[in-house]
């Protein structure tokens, strides 16, 4: 069955430091693409990074990485440098080549102090 | 160019009612989906689309329909809304290409 799990359901980070957040997933399909999300108090759904199963680099935006390792399915995602807007939400989901659905994780709750 | 609306942001019914949430893309997209957000619990998949004239159910179809007559629209009908209904609704499409995916900013419905 595919399956994504986030096993923090809250984080604490000092803002400017480092924080990663775990994520692991499940299937038995070769073709996949993984994704984190950011969920600030205002609801919307902010897309951050994205990460293909073929993907050979992590892949990185700016302050955010995807730290991707096939073998264990995990897809943990880095966030350098906490800024204190960076406290939300945080889900990872998985994308299969059907129909673009997507299966999500419960997320994490990331709280930078300041 | 608007992305993903939804229509209306808030809703509050009583039970037995009966609604349509609206979704609609400008982006000629043609994967669509409703997903739900209950707290704890992350988004699940209610139905979807690949295209219009076709549908499939998600994770969690019960007590929801849908349809798709065109590449725009992809309403969510509640037939007969129940209080296990209250959640926060997302609407999302999507091009082939697996990266990309867009949500719409959700509609928060109460069930009373």
């Known amino acids: 069955a595919q399956k994504i799990t986030q096993t923090q359901p809250g984080m604490f980070v000092q803002e400017k430091e480092a924080v990663t957040l775990d994520c692991t997933y499940d299937t038995s399909d070769q073709s996949y693409g993984l994704f984190w999300y950011k969920q600030p108090s205002s609801g919307e759904m902010i897309f951050l990074i994205y990460q293909g199963s073929y993907d050979e680099q992590n892949a990185t935006e700016g302050r955010y990485s995807l730290n991707f390792q096939k073998a264990r399915k995990s897809a943990n995602l880095v966030i350098s440098a906490s800024q204190l807007g960076d406290s939300a939400m945080y889900f990872c989901?998985?994308?299969?080549?059907?129909?673009?659905?997507?299966?999500f994780g419960q997320g994490t709750e990331l709280s930078v102090k300041p | 160019n608007a992305g993903v609306t939804q229509t209306p942001k808030f809703q509050v019914l009583k039970t037995g009612q009966s609604m349509t949430l609206q979704c609609a893309q400008d982006?000629?997209?043609?994967?669509m989906s409703w997903y739900r957000q209950d707290p704890g619990m992350g988004l699940r998949l209610i139905h979807y689309s690949v295209g219009a004239g076709i549908t499939d159910q998600g994770e969690v179809p019960n007590g929801y329909n849908v349809s798709r007559s065109t590449t725009e629209d992809f309403p969510l009908r509640l037939l007969s809304a129940a209080p296990s209904q209250t959640s926060v609704y997302f609407c999302?499409?999507?091009?082939?290409?697996?990266?990309?995916?867009?949500f719409g900013p959700g509609t928060r419905l109460t069930v009373t």
């Open positions: 999302a499409s999507s091009t082939g290409r697996v990266r990309e995916q867009y």
């Open positions: 989901a998985m994308r299969l080549n059907q129909g673009g659905k997507l299966i």
């Open positions: 982006m000629n997209h043609e994967y």
